[in-house]
């Protein structure tokens, strides 16, 4: 993970997240702590992270999604030389849709 954003702000809404137990608890907060435009926005990363992993063009993911090419490039390095955040959440979304 970045140093740059391990701090006690960083480590406090963390902690806030992992409290979250139902989907319902989790629209709640987001709702709350952000803006709608910024949740479309994180909502939209992770959209596009999804279609790139399923071997989607950059054409096909700009037109479905609306992001920005900028957008699904910085996704896609994310995905290949980032802490492997993303795929985490793909094998436990994939583990729980297998129960």
Sequence with gaps: MNTKIRTDAVEHLID?????????ESYNFLEDLCTVNELLSLSQRFEV??????????LEIAEKTGASTATISRVNRSLNY?????ELIF???????NE
């Design 82 to 86: 980032g802490c492997d955040g993303y």
């Design 49 to 58: 992270a999804t279609m790139l992993r399923d071997h989607k063009t950059y």
């Design 91 to 97: 094998e436990r979304i994939a583990a729980k849709q």
């Design 16 to 24: 806030a997240l992992l409290c979250l137990e139902t989907k319902e």
